[in-house]
């Protein structure tokens, strides 16, 4: 219940914090995904994230537009996460301090997925088509006008990954 109670006020917090030309933008807006990766990277077992630093996620420049990347970046920032942007070509040499990694092309997305696999870095979207696809561990959708997690299993397993059992019980699941 206290998750369930938690998950409701960070989703009004953040939709009231973000604006509504970034709802029209992009399924989930920026800042309340970056709220919402916040909350799911403290339910990730396998990282003991250190509370008095900031994790450091690398967004994937690639097929953002600028707007949403900017938004990104702010709504990351408000949330106590370092960000690195990369293009998808020098990815390798960003992931080395990295804890995450956000990636929306599907161009680009299998290159991505092998590296976040070999670098074991937790791989987030907020296309969930790519979590569908099997190229990201976790992706944000809209589902009746609230933001849904989807977590593919298999994806989340290569990458050295495992996320709490209350969180998975919230999420949309692929196998």
Same mark, same amino acid.
């Given at each position: 219940?206290k998750? $369930?109670?938690?998950?409701? @006020?960070? #989703?009004a ?11 029209r933008a992009?399924?989930? +807006? ?7 990766i916040?909350k799911?990277?403290?339910? &990730? ?5 250190? +509370?008095?630093a900031? +994790? $450091?996620?690398?967004i #994937?420049?690639? %097929?953002?537009?600028?707007? &949403?990347?900017?938004a990104?970046?702010? %709504?990351?920032a408000?949330?106590?996460i370092e960000? &690195?942007?990369?293009d998808?070509?020098? @990815?390798?040499e960003?992931?080395?301090?990295? #804890? ?7 161009r680009i997305a299998? /290159?991505v997925? /092998?590296?976040?696999q070999?670098a074991?870095?937790?791989s987030?979207?907020g296309?969930?088509s ?6 990201v561990? #976790?992706? @944000?959708e809209? /589902? /009746?006008?609230? +933001?849904?997690?989807v977590v593919n299993l298999?994806r989340?397993?290569?990458?050295g990954?495992?996320?709490?059992a209350g @969180? ?6 692929v196998?």
């Amino acid at each position: 219940m206290k998750l $369930r109670v938690t998950w409701a @006020l960070l #989703v009004a917090a953040a939709i009231g914090a973000s604006g509504p030309a970034y709802a029209r933008a992009m399924a989930v +807006p920026p800042a309340l995904q970056a709220a919402i990766i916040k909350k799911v990277l403290s339910y &990730d077992t396998t990282v003991a994230l250190d +509370p008095a630093a900031s +994790p $450091r996620l690398v967004i #994937v420049r690639d %097929g953002i537009a600028e707007s &949403d990347l900017q938004a990104l970046q702010t %709504g990351f920032a408000a949330n106590d996460i370092e960000i &690195d942007v990369a293009d998808a070509s020098t @990815l390798a040499e960003h992931l080395a301090n990295a #804890v995450a990694i956000y990636i929306s092309d599907e161009r680009i997305a299998r /290159n991505v997925a /092998n590296a976040a696999q070999a670098a074991h870095v937790l791989s987030f979207t907020g296309v969930s088509s790519l979590v569908d696809k099997g190229f990201v561990s #976790v992706g @944000l959708e809209e /589902n /009746n006008g609230r +933001p849904k997690i989807v977590v593919n299993l298999t994806r989340l397993q290569k990458e050295g990954h495992s996320l709490a059992a209350g @969180l998975l019980a919230l999420a949309r699941v692929v196998r």
